[in-house]
Structure formats: C-alpha cells, structure tokens
C-alpha cells in the first residue's frame, strides 16, 4: 500500500539535544511538507521541498533543518535552538492534480516532548 | 490578520442536525480550497476540496464557496457521531503553500 511512514511515534528529548524525525514516502509524490501543530491550534509550516535536493523554509523554519536527497525521504532535525519543541509534527506529500491544485496525503505524525 | 480564520468552537450540533462550518481568508488571489477532518490525536485526512464559486457536495458533505466574500463553508448533513472532529480549512497560497485556519471543534450529541 502507497503511503507516507513518520517514525518515532513518541520521543522524548532533554534540552539542548538535538533529534531527528523521519518521513519516507512511496507514492511517487514530487512535494513534501513539515507541519508543526501545537494544542487547539492549525498546522504551520516548517519547511517543504519540491524536488530533490532543493526545500524552502516555511513560517517556523528557525530551529530546524531539513534535507531531501531521495525524493523518497524528507528527515526534519529538531536543534537545540528551536526554544520551544513539544508539539506534533505532521509530515505530508502531494503531487500536482489535474486541477492544477495540490492535494496534501499526511502521514501519523511524530509526537515529540521535551523534558 | 490571520490568513485563514474559524471558529475554533466548540461546535455542538445534535445527532440527524445539520452542522454548518465557516472559514474566511485574506488572500483574494486564491484559487484552491480544502476541507480536512482531524481526529483527536491523529492526522488530518481530506474530505472536500473546491476551486469554483458555488457549491459542491459528496455524500453528506458540501463546501460552499464564494469567492467576492472570502468565504468557503462545509455543510454536513445528517450528523452522527462518528463526524465529531476538528475540522481544518485549507487554503492554497503561492504554487505549492497551503495555509491552515486553527480548525474547528466538531461534537455531535446523540
């Protein structure tokens, strides 16, 4: 089955460590996105990528890094900068639809404390 | 302000009612809308998407759009409980940025 695999589930970090949250994809889809949602709030974008070893940030970008050099696999590193980190972190891909719009699939997402 | 705006409720609708969620955004130029359902803990999933004025249904979904207002709303008919969600509005901004309201809490009462 075609679909996008976030992993850790959980993970728990202490301060000033930096962490890693994979996102792989089979769908064959060109774009990927991170999205970070807090409680009772939307998503915001972290950063996406529309082809292979090129991303943009998004609206939080400061604190993360992020690499695309399969267009299967799109890791978000959380740093020690990003000051406030627990949240859930969506990872999505999409490909162009005949609309012309782009239709976003997510995967489980990754839901990280800091302790 | 925000670029996409809901109510962020919650909404409480009775079982068999109607419910009725609105969204307005800023950018007149967009083109792409979207409705995605989030359950509590998981990941949001798309349920509707409309790009023309009017209205479009699927099922007991319809997404209303009026692009002179700013305005695109999800009608669910027939509420059952298995519809009690948070509800996001998407919309496409730029070629490949989609920008989220903060959602609306969805409870159907049986």
């Known amino acids: 089955d075609g679909g996008i695999t976030q992993s850790p589930k959980y993970l728990f970090r202490k301060e000033g460590q930096n962490v890693t949250l994979s996102c792989e994809q089979n769908?064959?889809?060109?774009?990927m996105y991170w999205y970070r949602q807090d409680p009772g709030q939307g998503l915001r974008l972290i950063y996406y990528?529309?082809?292979?070893?090129?991303?943009q940030k998004g609206d939080i970008a400061e604190g993360y890094s992020v690499s695309r050099e399969k267009k299967e696999s799109f890791p978000l590193t959380v740093t020690s900068a990003q000051k406030n980190p627990t949240a859930f972190y969506l990872c999505?891909?999409?490909?162009?639809?005949?609309?012309?719009?782009?239709?976003?699939?997510f995967g489980a997402g990754s839901r990280l404390t800091v302790l | 302000q925000k670029e996409v705006e809901q109510n962020s409720g919650p909404l409480s609708v009775p079982e068999g009612a109607i419910a009725s969620l609105n969204c307005t955004y800023s950018?007149?130029?967009?083109?792409?809308f979207f409705w995605y359902r989030q359950y509590s803990g998981k990941s949001p999933e798309l349920i509707m998407s409309?790009?023309?004025?009017g209205d479009k249904e699927d099922g007991r979904f319809t997404a209303q759009l009026n692009k002179a207002s700013q305005y695109v709303s999800l009608l669910i008919r027939d509420s059952q409980p298995s519809d009690s969600a948070t509800y996001l509005c998407?919309?496409?901004?730029?070629?490949?940025?989609?920008?989220f309201g903060q959602g609306t809490r969805l409870t159907i009462n049986p």
């Open positions: 409309i790009y023309s004025n």
């Open positions: 998407a919309v496409k901004a730029g070629a490949q940025k989609l920008v």
């Open positions: 950018d007149r130029g967009s083109q792409s």
């Open positions: 769908l064959n889809h060109d774009a």
């Open positions: 990528s529309q082809i292979v070893n090129d991303f």
């Open positions: 999505a891909s999409s490909t162009r639809q005949p609309s012309g719009a782009n239709v976003l699939t």
